[in-house]
């Protein structure tokens, strides 16, 4: 059993280049409109730091901000908003007002869940008008004194005060194209509002990687510092009964299954340590079905084959509706966490962060 990514033939891509074009035409319009002040953009009441790309997903934002909260919470309150794509609910969404047993992916989102489970105590809310959400969100934890924003670079009505665009190492935005015909929501040039770019998911030893040819190609200034993360994935974590009876040593066969933007790079560390029987692969944020899971029941073989999974995955099986099925599995997942390629750029980008608020 294997589900694939839908990947545009060249052919395709080529006749749908003209739609592509004039979506970027009208994002690029609607970005100068606001920089010539005929649509109105704002500050929030308090200091704002938006992660976001030019893609359509798959670059890496949630481990990312994961980083920057972490450096946050150091000396200051952080809270964070996310429109929080995926969820059935609607308007604002306050996570620390509902009771855990009551959260869901389907209430705020999976990348919102996620971040509720690794900082259960920080403030966080979900609102597809960030400049409300803001508001309402310091309204709840009046001691917030910085939010972070999850995939904002597009909502130009908030002038965020620190804008970091995120980009794939494997497939950069200079590669790609406006959609339908790629990935971008925008045209390269837009990258023209962040205040830094990092390149994702790099994969190439630091000794390869020539950050001046990258600036160009990336169309960088002087002024919009450039970094180099990787992912570096920690030790299975097993997350159900069935997984826990199974020592993690003993396991030589997985089964994989994602739902997330760009799962090579997990597909090609789990493949140095285990045999990858197979990849079920699901469309980005894909909502899980009983029937699904069901038939993970039918492909596990052997008596030491498990299941492994990503940390957003594993939060959109938490549905309610999905318990049963997901409770007799054996289900590990494969925490991720972001480390710079070059250690002056981490000290670069820590003292950005720190400094701002």
Known sequence: MSVK????????????????WLFGQIARLRRWCYHRHLFRSQRAEVPTICVGNLAVGGTGKTPHVEYVISLLQKDHHPALLSRGYGRQSKGYV???HIPDPQLS???????????????PDMPLAVDGDRLEGIQRLCQDAPATDV???DDAYQHLSLRADLNIVLTEFSWPYFLDYPMPAGRLREFPSAVCDAEMVIVTKTTAPAEDIHPEEWRTRLGLQPSQPLFFTSYQYQKPIPVTKPAQQIAIDAIQEILLVTGIGHSQPLVDYLSEHYTVVDHVEYPD???YTSSELHLLHEHLSQPNQVIMT??????????????????????FIIPISVQFLFEEERLLFNQIIQNLC
């Open 5 to 20: 990514r839908i990947h545009i033939p060249r052919r395709i891509r080529r006749l749908l280049k003209p739609l592509g």
């Open 94 to 96: 306050f996570a620390n």
């Open 147 to 149: 939010v972070v924003l």
């Open 105 to 119: 992916a389907t209430l705020i989102g999976d990348e919102p869940l996620l971040l509720h489970t690794v900082y």
């Open 285 to 287: 944020h894909h909502r």
């Open 310 to 331: 990503t940390e957003k995955d594993w939060m959109r099986m938490q549905d309610e509706v999905l318990k049963k099925n997901v409770s007799s599995l054996p289900i």
